[in-house]
């Protein structure tokens, strides 16, 4: 066991766990996109940033890949994360901004203005559908093409190949396709909807965090 | 040839060719580096050889088409041995002439010297070029004096000796602490300290004992050609540098990944190779020391990522090339999950150097935390064009003025970038910024690879942070939020400053987005790419500040912002420009002066450029 400071909490956490995961141990709240319990980590979204304090100085890092090491010093939500998280989401929203998923999150960090230029591609490369099949499905029927802005999710040569068998995981994992925000009109890239408009309340899990969570409270994996 | 099969016999060889090469015969190089194979190189050399035959001279000169000797501008360079004179920009038709004066007469032909634009002089001998009289060409040295595709030439100035040091005389541990002393850095970029990443890796678990070593020579910052030119010039250093390092962290399969769009380097190593596997220096038992070592040449597709280490090691097990979080590092877990050591070519070659010569010696070079030289390749607004190796430590007004020899047209300085499309643009006021690691950091820049693109009065900084966002937009693999969109969002950002339409609040806006993308990338590609912005707004503000508010280029670049007219009072009506003008924009009587129409004109510049009058106006 190793020990480690997050938040101000002392924890220990077994070798080779992440600190995402060490955080939702002892109750505190990170979101995530691209990360999903039963399947390999994949650091592409950056929502999970935590901020790691070390003697002079201070790095951001994405919690789902850090492991995490004895004597760590850990924010979650430091006034630096919360920042660099919004301008995360923005960017998200910006690239996908019919994703119920995003909004969600949007208004959860109090994202009120997206201030990039929308470019709609309905999806956000989080690699949960490649990573399901592959790694759930063991099929491997999908995959990342290309690179820098005209990657996708594609099949090979466009073709849906022998090794698919329609299971509709990858849509049922996808944060855009399953959960499509059904707003009409966007303002500044946002919906302004339902999260909005639900009383607020505080996390019930964790004392140390102030920020809102919504109706739903915390989704605690 | 009969394999070397100890130290004896490898001793023995390299005396003799060394005698050969002694002899007072005349030597003629030919530079055969890219640049010059572009001037012509080629047609050349195939002159000096037919001239060298048809008067029957084979015995009493030689003929040797070498590497790059780092002064493309003037290419194609000639060096004759052992006065060392140096010719620059002969063409065919000047070979006679050089053999029947020079190497039979022994004159100088004077048309053919190198002039000196700051003295008028004319220069005889190679060593007395400002270029090069004021470099310590310590790696990139060798070029010029040996045939890339003949091992014998290297083992004659002494190749492999520090192999031989190494294998006989030293342990593996001493091997390591002697790199460690030197000081040597990563030259690819990241600065690491080569010692401990050997260490690490050489005391990184490995159930099978099987640990990999990899030459980094994926070069693909635009403008840099420093590894191109030494795996092209002197791939034998290179593969001598990856032997001492296989003994050293007990490897012994390695892989040099390079670019496929380097042909002339993947033929000469490959040509390397062979011939050091013929010798009996790579492969089974080398020299009958019990190493074994081999390397395997892997061709990389394209990806400007995959010069990132975790990315190439991606390409070179065959997935795609994306970078993965470090830690754990290559050198622990690395290629196929065994621990592997990545340098790049340029740290490569350093490193029978430094063995040869020893740590003491070689960290006397350069400031207190970056030791030894480094390889620059000197481009843009620049007299002298081409690549310079320095010590560390040395001023930016030494590289720019004294070896690059100044700005051209008698423009001034504006700014330089350093390290490649992700590395920072230093302005004029820290022009005697001494070069090394961590000061170019200080300054928002960095040492990268090794790119020095030097600008003038004529660029406009908000289309260079453009031009090099351009680029990383595209080449980002496009794993990570903040590198793929973040990058394509501040492009736009760009894209809208440069025509016209930006607007208040815009800098400050680039500011924010480009420190998250800088904080949180997954790699040093996302990590890197904001500095161009960043040190161009750090530096350049008020430039950012006209185009958005003024609607203006101070530089007359930004096409949507400026005009062409023509003025009348200078415009003698000679028509070159009409007639030139592929809208057919200009128009006028002969004589009298011209018009363009602005709704045609497409601003191409191309009328500026042929008037002879400076009549045509930007504004």
Redesign the interface.
């Known amino acids: 066991m190793i020990e480690l400071t997050i938040d101000g909490i002392r924890t220990k956490a077994p070798e080779g766990m992440t600190v995402l995961e060490a955080a939702r141990g002892i109750g505190i709240v990170i979101p995530t996109l691209c990360y999903h319990p039963g399947l390999s980590a994949y650091?592409?979204?950056?929502v999970c940033?935590v901020e790691v304090i070390s003697e002079n100085s201070s790095?951001?890092d994405?919690s789902c890949?850090?492991?995490a090491s004895a004597g760590q010093v850990i924010l979650t939500n430091s006034e630096?994360v919360k920042?660099?998280r919004k301008?995360?989401i923005e960017?998200?929203i910006?690239?996908c901004p019919n994703s119920k998923t995003l909004q969600d999150m949007a208004s959860r960090f109090g994202v009120n203005k997206v201030?990039?230029?929308i470019?709609d591609k309905g999806c956000?490369?989080c690699g949960l559908c490649v990573r399901y099949c592959k790694e759930q499905m063991q099929s491997g029927g999908i995959?990342?093409v290309?690179?820098?802005?005209?990657?996708k999710v594609a099949m090979a040569f466009g073709v849906t190949p022998e090794e698919c068998r329609n299971c509709g995981g990858c849509e049922w994992i996808c944060p855009v396709c399953g959960r499509a925000c059904t707003a009409g009109n966007l303002v500044n890239g946002l919906c302004g909807g339902c999260q909005n408009l639900m009383p607020v309340e505080t996390c019930p899990v964790c004392v140390h965090c102030s920020e809102s969570v919504g109706a739903k409270g915390h989704k605690v994996y | 040839m009969k394999k070397l099969n100890s130290l004896f016999k490898l001793q023995k060889l390299q005396e003799s060719l060394a005698e050969q090469r002694e002899s007072p015969k005349s030597c003629i190089a030919v530079c055969g580096g890219t640049g010059c194979y572009a001037y012509g190189a080629k047609d050349v050399h195939k002159a000096f050889k037919d001239e060298i035959k048809r008067q029957r001279m084979k015995d009493k000169v030689d003929l040797m088409l070498t590497g790059c000797h780092g002064f493309c501008e003037c290419g194609t360079l000639v060096v004759i041995h052992p006065e060392e004179i140096m010719y620059v920009r002969v063409m065919p038709e000047d070979v006679s002439e050089i053999i029947k004066e020079s190497v039979l007469k022994k004159n100088i032909i004077e048309r053919l010297l190198y002039i000196d634009p700051a003295s008028g002089e004319r220069i005889k001998y190679e060593h007395e070029i400002p270029f090069y009289s004021r470099q310590q060409r310590l790696v990139f040295g060798s070029n010029g004096l040996i045939d890339p595709t003949s091992i014998e030439d290297y083992l004659a100035i002494g190749g492999y000796s520090a192999l031989s040091k190494v294998l006989f005389d030293m342990k593996p541990e001493e091997v390591i602490e002697e790199i460690k002393k030197s000081g040597l850095r990563g030259r690819g970029g990241g600065g690491f300290p080569s010692g401990i990443k050997w260490e690490t890796c050489r005391d990184a678990p490995s159930p099978n004992g099987t640990r990999y070593i990899i030459c980094n020579a994926d070069e693909g910052d635009p403008g840099a050609y420093m590894d191109r030119s030494l795996l092209e010039g002197n791939p034998h250093s290179v593969i001598e540098g990856m032997l001492i390092g296989a003994y050293a962290i007990g490897s012994n399969k390695g892989y040099v990944y390079v670019r496929n769009e380097y042909p002339l380097a993947v033929k000469n190593l490959g040509i390397a190779l062979e011939q050091a596997r013929e010798y009996g220096l790579m492969g089974e038992d080398i020299l009958s020391s019990g190493l074994s070592f081999d390397v395997k040449i892997s061709r990389g597709g394209g990806?400007f990522?995959c010069g990132e280490e975790s990315a190439l090691i991606a390409s070179l097990e065959g997935r795609?090339g994306e970078p993965?979080?470090r830690?754990p590092y290559p050198a622990v877990k690395g290629l196929w999950g065994k621990p592997t050591n990545i340098n790049n070519v340029e740290t490569w070659a350093n490193v029978p150097i430094i063995i040869n010569r020893g740590a003491e010696w070689y960290s006397r070079i350069g400031t207190k935390g970056s030791k030894g030289t480094k390889i620059f390749s000197l481009v843009g607004k620049i007299n002298n064009t081409g690549l310079v190796e320095v010590p560390m430590g040395i001023k930016l007004r030494e590289i720019i003025y004294d070896i690059g020899g100044g700005i051209p047209g008698g423009k001034r300085f504006k700014a330089i970038q350093t390290g490649g499309p992700s590395g920072g643009c230093i302005p004029e006021s820290l022009i005697d910024l001494q070069v090394d690691y961590e000061k170019l950091k200080e300054v928002g820049s960095m040492m990268g690879s090794g790119g020095m693109i030097v600008m003038d009065e004529s660029t406009c900084m908000v289309d260079i942070a453009k031009y090099f966002v351009k680029f990383l937009?595209?080449?980002?693999?496009?794993?990570?939020?903040?590198c793929?969109?973040?990058l394509?969002?501040i492009l736009?950002i760009l894209t809208d400053i440069t025509e016209g339409n930006g607007k208040e609040g815009d800098i400050e806006?680039l500011e924010?987005?480009a420190s998250?993308v800088k904080?949180?990338?997954?790699c040093a590609l996302g990590g890197t790419a904001p500095n161009p912005i960043l040190s161009t707004i750090r530096y350049f503000r008020d430039e950012y500040e006209i185009h958005i508010k003024e609607h203006r280029c101070p530089a007359t670049v930004c096409k949507a912002l400026i005009a062409f007219t023509i003025n009348e009072d200078k415009c003698t009506g000679c028509g070159i420009c009409a007639k030139k003008c592929p809208q057919e924009a200009i128009s006028g009587e002969k004589k009298e002066p011209h018009k363009i129409d602005q709704e045609q004109c497409i601003k191409c510049g191309l009328c500026r450029d042929l008037c002879k009058f400076d009549a045509v106006i930007v504004s």
């Open positions: 650091g592409a979204c950056r940033i790095s951001l994405a890949t850090l492991p630096r920042k660099a301008v995360i960017l998200l910006s690239s201030r990039f230029k470019k956000i490369l995959g990342f290309g690179r820098g802005t005209s990657r | 990806a990522v795609m993965r979080r830690p937009t595209e080449e980002s693999c496009g794993k990570c939020v903040p793929r969109e973040g394509d969002r736009d806006l924010e987005l998250v904080d949180t990338s997954l």
